[in-house]
């Protein structure tokens, strides 16, 4: 299984903040990476594919990058409403595999 | 608007079957993918399996091969994950997630409320 080690785990930040979250794969995936966030209670939403495509409809503080075998998620201005939990996804190779999660809380 | 409803909580004995369900709406049904995601409490996301309805394809992850059982109906536009004897480990969440092709391959795009299910005797 191709591994996907999500750091931080968890992130404090204040309203206005820029905040990025890593993903790394022990294998190469590029492009076929997402990015999801979860509030709790909710089930997740799609906020990006293929490493930095901007699903639909997502605001546009939010953007993708990658360096190699590791991917970032940006936030250029946190917003009340990003306060959240943030997975990243591989879908590169069966069986699909999610990093552990970044929660984004109030500093 | 894709839509994907899922059904109710389930309160189930070990060695209970169950069969929880995910009614589609909103688009082709039969040529999109719909794979299914556990989620532990208060844990990550975790696949389980893929399938094609319009000829029942499956990709099962391999931890769930012979535990679970994924099956479509396509007149009623629902996909279902069914399991005949329940361990108090398969409590959990249960999202289902329609897939959504990029020019190469697939990616979860619009996801079911959830189906909490907890095993407990």
């Known amino acids: 299984d191709i591994q996907m080690t999500q750091s931080p785990s968890t992130l404090s930040a204040s309203v206005g903040d820029r905040v990025t979250i890593t993903c790394r794969a022990d294998k190469n995936i590029s492009p076929w990476l997402a990015w999801y966030q979860q509030k709790p209670g909710k089930a997740p939403k799609l906020l990006i594919h293929d490493v930095s495509t901007l699903e639909t409809g997502v605001p546009s503080r939010f953007s993708g990058g990658e360096s190699g075998t590791q991917f970032t998620l940006s936030i250029s201005s946190l917003q009340p409403d990003d306060f959240a939990t943030y997975f990243c996804?591989?879908?590169?190779?069966?069986?699909?595999?999610f990093g552990q999660g970044t929660k984004v809380e109030i500093k | 608007e894709v839509r994907l409803v899922q059904s109710g909580a389930e309160v189930k004995k070990p060695g209970e079957s169950l069969k929880i369900s995910c009614e589609t709406s909103?688009?082709?049904?039969?040529?999109?993918?719909v794979g299914w995601v556990r989620q532990m409490p208060g844990k990550g996301l975790e696949w389980m399996g893929n399938?094609?309805?319009?000829?029942?394809?499956?990709r099962i992850r391999p931890s769930f091969q012979g535990q679970v059982t994924l099956s479509a109906d396509k007149s009623r536009r629902t996909v279902f994950l069914q399991w005949s004897s329940l361990r108090a480990s398969d409590s959990g969440i249960y999202y289902c997630?329609?897939?959504?092709?990029?020019?190469?391959?697939?990616?979860?795009?619009?996801w079911g409320q959830g189906t909490l299910v907890s095993v407990s005797s």
């Open positions: 996804q591989q879908y590169s190779n069966y069986p699909y595999t």
């Open positions: 997630a329609r897939l959504r092709r990029s020019p190469g391959d697939y990616y979860f795009d619009s």
């Open positions: 909103g688009y082709s049904f039969p040529t999109f993918w």
């Open positions: 399938i094609f309805p319009r000829d029942s394809d499956t």
